[in-house]
């Protein structure tokens, strides 16, 4: 089954050719579970009723559909975990990377649909199975797979590397040094980036491990980031996640249901630049470190201050719950919320979708740990680049925090149909 989260109008095209169903495993993987609690009945009646209850329980979730006018993994309901890529283009030929897009999109399809990629896991005994193989047995968990056009694609040291120049978008900006940044360059940029979301990290992590196998020799990793708990919520009605500082984060999000807004402030819109991208999306990704053990020591009250919101409820100073409007003039006038509230900000907004991390900790007993910052906007110049500039100033939070990766992306349009391509609209 599958959920149109986007008014896509696209039907789920036919399974790419030799595309082997994950779920067929997963019926007889729990038929084990099963087998143990059922001390009466035939070993034929328990498996039986066990692949029906495996298949009942997969359906509960349905797959979060790949076609559509919009990519998935934008305003589509936010999953559990991340796995982020960025990526080098390594070869000069502009026909070995689209065909690996071209590779990319059929994997895409068949990998969010919860099948096996290629001939599968195990096809050829004499040959490197298509797919590596991790994911079997697991559902698609609302995989999505969203890729983006970072600005070295279309200009690198001033080479037209794929005779892309002329078509990059003049709002793809190299985004400016703010203040207190203190960016690590392996850690930021990219040519190419795919974000993987999904319900289960081991389906998020098989899907970029897939992605990177298939363009090996045309596309190297330059960077990754693993995230766990969603910061953000595009669905309004769902209890809103907490952030690592233990702060409700998401509340006054654009809603994925919310058409209007979208339109408005999310999806790029004919005139807006190239025609290819109508439909599309600018990605910001930061890396955000928190000074966690600095923020444990913080009293409440400034901690509360820092965000203009209670902790427990998440409410707006002076009111009582977490979706009463806010009263800005309410909170101190360094708060992150009262900066970075779109009536401070010329109306601008952001849909956010980030996600914490924790990497291990430094060498210094510290937890590297932090939000992934992913916002997407129809403009980074009239929404991510404002707001940062006016939070990059006086945001009280500014001594919790540092900004050490970064990224911006052109994020395509959607495939609308089994046949098109990642990338199809910049290079068709
Ligand atoms: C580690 C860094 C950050 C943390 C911990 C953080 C945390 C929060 C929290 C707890 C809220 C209040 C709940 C909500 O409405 O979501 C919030 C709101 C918001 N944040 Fe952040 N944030 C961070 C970085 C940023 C950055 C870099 C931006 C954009 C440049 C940003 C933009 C916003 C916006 C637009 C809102 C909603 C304000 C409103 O309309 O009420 N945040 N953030």
Redesign the pocket.
Known sequence: MVEQTQETGAEQGPEPKGAVSRRAVIGWAGAGVALGAAAVGTVAAATRSSDEEAEAALKAVPDIEFYGEHQAGIATPVQDRLHFAAFDVSTTSRDALIRVLKEWTKAAAVMTGGREVGTGATGLAEAPPDDTGEALGLPASRLTLTIGFGPTLFEKDGKDRFGLKAKRPEGLIDLPAFPHDNLDPARSGGDLCVQACADDPQVAVHAIRNLARIGMGVVTVRWSQLGFGKT?STTPEAQTPR?L?G???????VSGQDTPTLDEHIWAAPGDGPEWMTGGSYLVA?R?R?HIETWDRTPLKEQEDI?G?TKRE?APFGKQKEHDA?DLSAMPKDS??RL???DSNSGA??L?RGFSFTDGSDGLGRLEA??F?L?YQRDTRKA?VP??RK?AATDA?NEY?QHVGSAHFACPPGVRKPGEWWGQSLFG
């Open positions: 953000s952030n500082m702060f409700k984060d998401g509340t006054h999000n930061r955000i928190m965000f919101r998440g806010p992150h919320v970075a509230h779109p907004k952001l956010r932090g939000l910052f916002a991510f707001v940062q939070l939070l925090i």
